[in-house]
């Protein structure tokens, strides 16, 4: 492990643990709109959107196992760089049993408190019935969801990345396969789509346990090697929830896109939905960039290795930079034809592809904000990796649309994100100054 994070090439040490996380986010991005598809194969507007209305819970248990994973990954990040190989160890198995608790006390509250969350979440008399079947059978398998990505994460600290990306694969295809089967054949619908998702993630679990058992030296699933001090818990927790309050705020900017949209019309909200999803694509791609590349970022902090992080800083920021640029060009030409492949009413796939080309303006900019925060992420520096996670699609987001929508109307809805991209990106920047790593 030393030789990839201390002597390898940085392009070579760099796409070794990022290539793998990148092919992970397409690979549930593809899942994602599969997914999509099958459920409105239904033909049960009801369904689906009672499935729809469910769907944050599946965010919300992410972010919780980030917590874990990103926060875990962090630390043990340092301290392998810091040789201070078994107090890593011991931060793994904290994380791997403290997922697990955590997703069982979320289980049980979220059962006992299933009606008012529901009734939080929008279910209608129309949609109760589907969004009740697909929130019980989603929470009741809610433990392993949240678990799974402490060991995803954790795995790629020792250099695993191709294990890690190998179980959620495997998982993601499952769901594929699994997610017609139960709602078509077995005439499951919601419950089916949802016993899907959880089964995938037992099995996918099952490989990260087996990965983390047999091919990790430095990583451990005993729960005997779980003491870590307070202060070791305080920098897990740190950072591990400002990185998972970044998926919160995913939905929360969604959700406050669409309701600033509805005075224009269902078709100008279904339009955004879909562009979101395609415009989508770039983000997932650099997320899997900077998140690949946060173990080699804090192994090299924690050794205090200057050159070699101002060099992997450089060519992080390179290769997302260069790749949002390509990916813009694309999506400006491709637009019209991306739409046309969801919808087939020409002013909305008009409308949308507009929307397409608004939202990945401005993602170099959310790329370099990325980049930051996965920095501050791997150094352990906690306000501004929080101040930028809720920023972006948060704090910022929300100011600039309340002001935009007022002065501009609908187009001051859509340019709504470009602008808090690049404001958060200027934020990211002046962070950067303020709290880059000054080596002794």
Known sequence: MDKLFEHTSIPKAYFTLAMPVVLSMVVTLVYNMVDTFFVS????????????????????LIALGDIFGLGGSSVISRLFGEKQDQLGRNVSGYAFYGSILCGIIVTIIMLVFKTPI???LGATSAT???ANEYYTVLVSGATFIVFGLAPT??????????ESMKA???????????????????GLG??????????????????????????????????????????????????????????????????????????YGADSVAAMGIALKISTIINMVFVGFAFGAQPLIGYTYGAKDAKRFNQIMKFDLQVVCGFSIIMTVLMFILAPT???????????????????RWLVLSSTFAGIMLVFTTMFQSM?????????????????????????????????????????????????????????????
């Open 41 to 60: 194969q239904t033909q049960n507007p009801n369904l689906v959107a009672g499935v729809s209305q469910s769907a944050p819970i599946f965010t919300f």
């Open 118 to 120: 529901l009734h939080l």
């Open 128 to 130: 109760w019935q589907y």
């Open 153 to 162: 994460n954790i795995l790629r600290t020792e250099g695993l990345a191709l």
């Open 168 to 186: 959620s694969m495997i998982g993601t295809i499952l769901n594929i396969i699994l997610n017609p089967i139960f709602i078509f054949p077995l």
């Open 190 to 263: 919601a419950a089916g789509s949802a016993t899907a998702t959880v089964i995938s993630q037992i099995i996918s679990d099952g490989f990260l346990i087996y990965y983390t058992h047999t091919k990790s030296t430095r990583l451990t699933t005993s729960i005997k090697e779980t003491k870590i001090s307070r202060h070791l818990q305080w920098e897990l927790f740190a950072i591990g929830i400002p990185a998972s309050v970044t998926n919160i705020m995913s939905t929360f900017a969604i959700a406050l896109t669409n309701h600033y949209l509805i005075p």
């Open 338 to 356: 991306l739409m046309k492949g969801f919808l087939h009413d020409p002013r909305v796939i008009s409308e949308g592809a507009g929307m397409i």
């Open 380 to 440: 352990g520096k906690a306000f501004p990796a929080f101040l930028l996670s809720v920023s972006r699609q948060g704090l910022i987001f929300f100011i600039v649309i309340v002001i935009t929508s007022q002065l501009f109307g609908y187009t001051g809805v859509i340019v709504a994100q470009p602008i808090a991209d690049v404001l958060t990106a200027g934020l990211g920047i002046l962070l950067f100054l303020i709290y880059r790593p000054r080596f002794k």
